[in-house]
């Protein structure tokens, strides 16, 4: 940077990123170098080796918003999406800013603020309006970011209305404002795309029309520039039309897609194994968390009753809170496992700690436990329950890996009730 020769940086950086990167989902601190580099050295292509990264893990949280952009702080989102707009890849980008946009946050921040910016002018050139907010937003964010950007939301309303002219009034009357926000290039793309957003609102209402009355209806100067933006979209597929060239005339088709060609096939394939891939992916993130001992810690039963699924969900929560970590996780048949992520110290384990829970209808009646056949007589009395009268049932043991370690210390700070055989 201080050699005014961002270019430079790029290969060394890129090499940075792959080698401290435990895996290919992992977001670094360095991510927002390199791609800052790649923004300022005009080589958006050079970014795409790591946007293409399916990202799951994040070292720290700000490091999903800490990413530099034309000298200010910018989340990495924002980042993405401007080397995908760079390369027109709007559909990419309109989901790197929605993340931006909906990501959780206590208090509004200019990073979301300049994202939404962008987000909004995104929305309008790929889909031709801007989607309300999902459930999932943070309030702070729903109630305030359309007050900080009211200029491109009445730019969205004005696109609504369909007429180019007032479009083009109203963003000459504003151009200070978005040069100022850097914008003004994706501006310019909203108004040219309102002439393709109006063709395809006449594909919805005729079957036919002439190429004088398309350029009529959509303020083109001539039927030959309405014949140059026809053309245009049916090669990107965007409408399926036929021109006749001797009278001017264009029919607007149904799309033609059979669903059947082995590349159409081979297409959606690909895309169910990708869902399978992700949903797999979720499902494994969800247990997970679900598993981490700080969050196992913090989670609070909140029940207006104490039923007994409260009551047996906070003893399980309890007991798997002195887990190091769960390696093996299986409910209802369903089994996750994971390697046990503690450095060996050549030390041996010797001891290993089983925990039963059971729910079942009625009172049911214990023995004390004094003496090793005290304990199996628990156990047949657990063994004896009718199924039918069976709410749930937790078995927890640790360590669950073969080379996890529990210590005598480690098994008395946690089981202070505990006693050896030879004791009684």
Known sequence: MQLNAPIRGIAPLRAAVRKIQTSSEQLTPLHAEYLMLCLLAKQYKAGLSVLE???????????????????????????????????????????????????????????????????????????????????????????????????????????GTGSYSDLETFIQSNAEAFQTDNNFGLVKQ?????????????????LTLSLEDIASSVQLNTPKEAEMHVLRMIEDGEIHATINQKDGMVSFNEDPEQYKSSEMVEHIDSSIQRLMALSKK???????????????????????????????????????????????????????TKEYSKKLDGSRNEYIVVT?????????????ITRPADLEAVVEKLNSIPAREIQGVHVLWAPQDENGILSEEKLLADCPNLKPHNDY
């Open 282 to 336: 979720l499902t494994s993130i969800d247990q997970n968390i679900s598993c981490d001992h700080a969050f196992l810690m913090k989670v609070n039963v909140k029940n207006g009753v104490d039923t007994w699924e409260a009551h047996f969900d906070k003893l399980s929560i309890k007991e798997r809170s002195k887990f190091d970590e769960e390696t093996l996780y299986n409910l209802e048949g369903i089994k996750q």
């Open 190 to 206: 909203v108004l040219s795309s309102m002439y393709k957003r109006n063709i395809q609102r006449l594909t919805q209402t005729y």
């Open 53 to 159: 990264d399916d990202i799951f893990e994040v070292d720290q949280p700000k490091d999903l918003f800490l990413y530099c952009y034309y000298g200010s702080v910018l989340s990495l989102l924002n980042g993405l999406a401007m080397i995908y707009i760079g390369l027109k890849k709007f559909r990419k980008a309109l989901e790197l800013l929605h993340n931006a946009v909906t990501a959780p946050m206590s208090s509004l921040n200019a990073i979301t603020v300049e994202a939404y910016k962008k987000y909004v002018l995104v929305s309008l050139i790929q889909s031709g309006q801007v989607p309300s907010f999902p459930k999932y937003t943070s309030s702070t964010a729903q109630r305030n970011l359309k007050n900080h950007t009211q200029i491109y939301v009445d730019l969205s309303t004005c696109y």
């Open 356 to 368: 039963i829970l059971v729910a079942a209808k009625g009172a049911l009646k214990f023995p004390k």
